[in-house]
């Protein structure tokens, strides 16, 4: 089905920057969405882009990320600017939302990127 796999995360300064990648094994017609778990927490939304354009954003990350996507590389990106030591966690991205039970759920999961925001 679909395979994704992360990269770009790194260690930074808090106030720097990075972009996470996620590659997709082919082409697909799925909302996609960057999700974080930090230590000790449960995985939480980061963002979401749906393949009409849509977007949402958690409100910790408003103004900060920005989440694009490019379907000729099969690409999902994460811009994250500003960073803060509390956007510090494992980045995963999911593809394929499944509406079939309640919570909603995703079909896909990458391995995870760390990203770590030091002072």
């Known amino acids: 089905q679909v395979h994704l796999a992360e990269s770009g995360g790194g260690s930074v300064q808090a106030g720097g920057s990075l972009k996470l990648s996620c590659v997709a094994s082919g082409p697909n017609l799925c909302t996609m969405a960057w999700y974080r778990q930090a230590p000790g927490q449960e995985r939480a939304l980061v963002s979401s882009?749906?393949?009409?354009?849509?977007?949402n954003y958690a409100d910790p990350v408003k103004g900060r990320f920005t989440i694009s996507r490019d379907n000729s590389k099969n690409t999902l990106y994460l811009q994250m600017n500003g960073l803060k030591i509390e956007d510090t966690g494992v980045y995963y991205c999911a593809a394929c939302q499944n509406f079939a039970r309640t919570p909603m759920t995703w079909n896909y999961w990458g391995q995870g990127t760390q990203v770590t925001v030091s002072s």
């Open positions: 882009l749906a393949p009409d354009g849509t977007t």
